[in-house]
């Protein structure tokens, strides 16, 4: 599959390090949150939420609540119950019978901090007050906060309706794993491994508003929305309203890293408070509501992990139970239950794979897409794996992982479940990464470091991000679903004075879109940089998105940038029919370039943009009637990724389109006396195909590389035995800053993917590499006296570490 | 969590006990406010304690699941907004010529936003509370 490319060395600003066009306004402060917005008559909602982790409601009082100055009103889960319906489930039964609404339903709250009142009040303060003063009776239930404990038989139920904790059960099975298991010259078993629970934390919390007109019985949100398309269908469902009477917006947001995608749940309850009291409602999350219900990346146990290898050191296959930690409700999951067959090879040859999967409901926090989505975890597992094999089996790390790798010329390259990996160098990549970190030298470090009471490790992590999701992935969760493939929109128009004016379907939330859109519509159109205005934010009432736009899985590069390819090259031709006509030549003699439609050959012949603007948009009447009454210079264009549907009963075919890889390697110092791991040296190489602005990739990168080291050594998003979030705020959940980290040592590798329009594949999910890669080093600091088996690694564990933890969980067979 | 607390009171235990039924004398406690009794018999009221930097009213509900000469024991739950607090309350009477001495021990669960946030000063700010509710309202008594 090859599809025809631009060449990016031969245009002005694709591929250069164009400067941020949103920099200016975000960095003095000028910058349209959700917050921000001002709104006429604006009310403000703030949530009662339930302390406990299980728990019947008995009573609810708000007596009190309606003695506050400033109070409004407020919305109880039996008016949602009976206003609403329940959210659509993705699953199948039984765990489509899980009822999940905007406040606890059932009469049940399921997680410490769920929504249980919404109050509203004429300032924010005054809502916090109003929520405060409602009394909620509770009659506490057993609850279970343990995955693991929650697949008992007698485990507390989370949905009584669902009959269990399970939401959603499969058996991946591709290859032969036991016969490999049987024949393989080196079997490695591990009990349990762990990938702990940690959040994006995004700069802005969400923010919504929420405002009804009653003339038109139309509802308009502005905030956050990831996938505003997807999100209307939900709130459409929810609410009871027809979808023609919906608006979803969004101007600048602060980062989603795929948390966003659940805005519409708490949107419900501010819509259900704007029409009942007849006022704009907006909802801005506090932080501890961030960490109490913004989205938690999906926990997992990996139990029963067992690898096949060969002696000359040839890794065959892996076998594993999995138990997902999905919390309390499926939201978005259990789509992460496929989600991570993307990535079932990792980086490597495997041959044989067999995973046995189970989303499990938990009373915690529902989980909702982060950053590597589901493929981190199986990512890490696979990385883990290979780190014990070559400690345990006396193989050269390095050595070990270029044999396994999948080589430059195996590409594409099919998984052992039909993906296809489309380009990549990873031999190349973790040679450069090794460079970086002067590897001899730090071995010669490590060597030195011996008996001074401080361990040197290094360590090496390999991962994939894979972008453009396939989304007929989904019928692998459940045939029913009605998704497949993927596509994206774009609208491009030259205005009046000639301007170009650009709308992607895609919602930006940081990633820069308004400067890689400018630099391939201006390479496109032979405009300047600065002539190409793209629109901020995002609006559904717009034609420019597709059902399942948005940004999420790692996919603008293709999707986003593709389809304003093909609205950009729709616009080009009409320009080229209006300047053939004033100019007495063909379309095809026209060319674009330095802000002119100008003849080939002869640059005198040529036409400002901007005439052609004025022609089109006030002298039509100059122009041939069937130029006039066809042309409009406006682009509007799909992109739709190549895919096909999946094979349903093999579980088999190719669920992404591209797949850039990050091959990350560090050295760490710990201490001895106090289990603290200090980085001394970090290093990624990211290989994310033709680069359209490789200042705007650094940056992804360098991003990525800071969370995945705060959440190996700092993040955890940790519950106590009764249910209760041990981490509330930043105080107890460190995000890493300049402080926490070295100056990181960046290069790429550039392998163009052959199946996307330029070339570029999506990235900044990162993959979390640097869980692996911090874990590898940890391990090798260690030694072979201990097993590091959890992703997250404090001091604590490390001192443990120290101490032989785990050891015994490894064995090798043979 | 685990507190413990001790302090005297010139009140007898008769007069400490006379407190569940007297209504109108636990409304002297400054720290309670809108005391009543629910239809369950337990004693509902709004708790104010001194010890936090800003006022912070909960909502408490507190039953007497026995009480004796010697001892007795209470079920507390406290609540306001998303923070909950229940505390399992076991008093003991220590009569003397001058009064009574009073031992508390209290067993603490301390929810929400005051158990992850407030992790670090939860276990004074309660035992600060429990201790001064308690020496309020014997003083009451006597």
């Avoid at chain 1, 999100?231 to 989603?256: C, E, F, Q």
């Avoid at chain 2, 001790?6 to 209504?23: I, R, T």
Wanted: glycine share 8%; net charge negative.
């Amino acid at each position: 599959m090859t599809i025809e490319q631009t060449r990016p060395d031969t245009r002005r600003f694709t591929g250069k390090a164009m400067p941020r066009k949103e920099d200016a306004r975000l960095l003095k402060a000028q910058g349209e949150f959700g917050d921000d917005t001002p709104v006429a008559n604006l009310a403000y909602m703030a949530f009662v939420r339930s302390p406990y982790a299980h728990a019947r409601i008995v009573d609810i009082d708000v007596s009190a609540a309606e003695k506050v100055d400033g109070y409004l009103g407020c919305l109880l889960p039996d008016e949602v119950a009976e206003l609403t319906d329940p959210y659509a489930e993705l699953q199948g039964p039984p765990g489509d019978a899980e009822v999940d609404r905007c406040l606890a339903a059932g009469g049940k709250v399921r997680f410490s901090g769920e929504p249980v009142v919404a109050v509203a009040a004429t300032s924010r303060e005054a809502a916090r007050d109003a929520a405060a003063a409602v009394v909620v009776d509770y009659e506490p239930l057993p609850h279970v906060v343990d995955t693991r404990k929650a697949v008992e038989p007698d485990a507390p139920l989370v949905h009584d309706q669902v009959g269990c904790n399970v939401a959603f059960e499969s058996t991946f099975d591709w290859g032969d794993i036991d016969f490999a298991l049987e024949n393989a010259d080196h079997v490695i078993e591990v009990d349990e491994l762990h990938f702990h629970r940690f959040s994006s934390t995004p700069l802005e919390c969400t923010a919504i508003t929420a405002e009804y007109d009653a003339g038109t019985d139309t509802f308009t949100f502005t905030g956050g929305f990831a996938t505003p398309q997807l999100a209307t269908l939900n709130l459409a469902g929810a609410l009871r309203h027809p979808t023609n009477k919906l608006r979803v917006l969004s101007k600048d947001i602060g980062g989603s890293f795929g948390i966003k995608l659940n805005t519409h749940i708490p949107a419900t309850a501010a819509a259900l408070l704007a029409r009942k009291l007849g006022r704009p409602i907006r909802w801005t999350e506090t932080r501890t509501e961030s960490h109490q219900m913004g989205g938690h990346g999906n926990e997992r146990w990996f139990r029963n992990v067992k690898m096949a290898l060969q002696s000359d050191g040839t890794v065959l296959g892996l076998s594993y139970e999995a138990l997902d930690d999905v919390g309390a409700y499926t939201r978005y999951e259990p789509l992460g239950a496929v989600i991570w067959t993307q990535v079932a090879n990792a980086c490597y040859q495997l041959k044989h794979l067999r995973v046995h999967y189970r989303s499990v409901y938990t009373n915690k926090c529902p989980t909702h897409p982060n950053r590597g989505y589901s493929r981190t975890q199986h990512l890490w597992l696979v990385e883990r794996m290979m780190d014990i094999a070559a400690h345990k089996l006396g193989f050269d790390p390095v050595e070990f992982r270029m044999k396994n790798y999948i080589q430059p010329d195996q590409y594409p390259y099919t998984t052992v479940n039909g993906c296809v990996y489309d380009s990549g160098n990873l031999p190349e990549s973790l040679r450069k990464a090794l460079e970086l970190i002067d590897y001899e030298e730090a071995r010669q470090l490590q060597r030195a470091a011996a008996g001074t009471g401080k361990r040197i490790g290094i360590g090496i992590g390999s991962t994939l991000d894979s972008g453009t999701n396939n989304f007929g992935q989904a019928r692998l969760l459940n045939p029913h679903l009605p998704f497949g493939g993927n596509s994206e929109a774009a609208l491009v128009r030259l205005g009046i004075d000639g301007a170009v004016y650009a709308t992607t379907g895609a919602v930006a939330f940081g990633q820069g879109h308004e400067t890689t859109i400018s630099q391939v519509v201006a390479d496109e159109l032979g405009v300047s940089y600065d002539d190409v205005h793209v629109q901020r934010g995002s609006d559904s009432g717009l034609s420019a998105q597709m059902g399942l736009s948005g940004s999420y899985a790692s996919q603008f590069a293709v999707t986003g940038i593709g389809a304003m390819l093909n609205a950009t090259r729709k616009l080009a031709a009409e320009i080229k029919q209006v300047a053939a006509a004033v100019l007495g030549v063909k379309p095809e003699e026209i060319e674009l370039a330095d802000g002119k439609a100008r003849v080939v050959g002869d640059a005198e012949k040529a036409l400002p943009l901007s005439d052609v603007a004025g022609i089109v948009h006030f002298s039509p009447a100059s122009l041939p009637r069937e130029v006039a009454e066809n042309v409009g210079l406006v682009g509007r264009a799909v992109y739709s990724a190549p895919f096909d549907l999946p094979d349903l009963e093999r579980k088999y075919g190719n669920l992404t389109l591209t797949y850039a890889t990050q091959i990350h390697a560090c050295v760490v110092e710990i201490d001895e006396e106090t289990g603290q791991t200090t980085l001394l040296r970090y290093a990624m190489v990211d290989d994310c195909g033709t680069p359209i602005n490789p200042m705007v990739i650094e940056g992804q990168v360098h991003g990525a590389t800071a969370h995945g080291i705060s959440a190996a050594l700092f993040e955890d998003m940790a519950y106590d035995e009764n249910g209760q979030l041990r981490a509330g705020n930043f105080y107890d959940y460190h995000a890493a800053t300049a402080f926490d980290l070295p100056s990181f040592r960046y290069a790429n590798v550039v392998s163009p993917s052959p199946f996307t329009p330029i070339g570029a594949k999506g990235m900044g999910e990162g993959g979390g590499a640097p869980l692996q890669a911090i874990s590898a080093a940890i391990q090798d600091a260690v030694g072979d006296s201990a097993a590091v088996l959890d992703s997250f690694n404090p001091p604590e564990r490390v001192l443990r570490l120290l101490r032989g933890l785990n050891a015994e969980k490894v064995k090798v067979i043979r | 969590m685990k507190l413990t607390g001790q302090f005297s009171s010139p009140a007898d235990v008769a007069k400490l006990l006379a407190l569940d039924g007297q209504l109108d004398q636990l409304e002297r406690v400054p720290s309670l406010d809108d005391v009543r009794r629910d239809s369950s018999g337990r004693i509902r009221a709004i708790f104010t304690p001194r010890a936090t930097f800003v006022p912070m009213p909960f909502a408490v509900v507190i039953a007497v699941e026995h009480a004796g000469q010697s001892d007795a024991a209470l079920k507390v739950h406290a609540s306001r907004g998303p923070t909950a607090v229940d505390v399992q309350l076991k008093l003991e009477f220590d009569q003397r010529d001058s009064g009574t001495s009073v031992s508390w021990h209290a067993e603490v669960a301390v929810r929400g936003p005051g158990a992850s946030v407030g992790q670090r000063v939860v276990r004074d700010l309660v035992s600060a509370a429990i201790d001064e509710v308690l020496r309020e309202t014997a003083a009451v008594a006597a």
